[in-house]
């Protein structure tokens, strides 16, 4: 069975700095792309951040303030978030795209969310 557990959210200031992990348990044959989503209140949920292998790529909101990096052998991912901006509170997902086999099609996985509240 597949879980991710994320943490790391809260409550910063404006211009400050969160940085959110999100570990990947079970067995994976392939994991092919791992991401972070938030969602807002009252918005869809929109893309922040991905990687896979060594291909970074980020939403225009965040560009030069978030960093995504991976830890292959501890299957984590992790969310540098720095210059915080009151627009970045949302819940914020860990998505993972994985193969558990060879003989089964890739899958999304998700994580239970966690909360990034910049307030001041």
């Known amino acids: 069975q597949v879980q991710l557990v994320e943490s790391g959210g809260g409550l910063v200031q404006p211009g400050g700095s969160l940085r959110l992990s999100c570990a990947a348990s079970?067995?994976?044959?392939?994991?092919?792309?791992m991401r972070w989503y938030r969602q807002a209140p009252g918005k869809e949920r929109e893309l922040v951040a991905g990687?896979?292998?060594?291909?970074?790529n980020y939403a225009d909101s965040v560009k030069g303030r978030f960093t995504i990096s991976r830890e292959n052998a501890k299957n984590t991912v992790y969310l540098q978030m720095n210059s915080l901006k009151p627009e970045d509170t949302a819940v914020y997902y860990c998505?993972?795209?994985?193969?558990?086999?060879?003989?089964?099609?890739?899958?999304?996985?998700w994580g239970q969310g966690t909360q990034v509240t910049v307030s001041s």
């Open positions: 990687i896979s292998g060594a291909s970074t």
């Open positions: 998505n993972v795209q994985a193969r558990r086999s060879a003989a089964v099609r890739p899958n999304d996985y």
């Open positions: 079970g067995t994976f044959f392939l994991i092919y792309a």
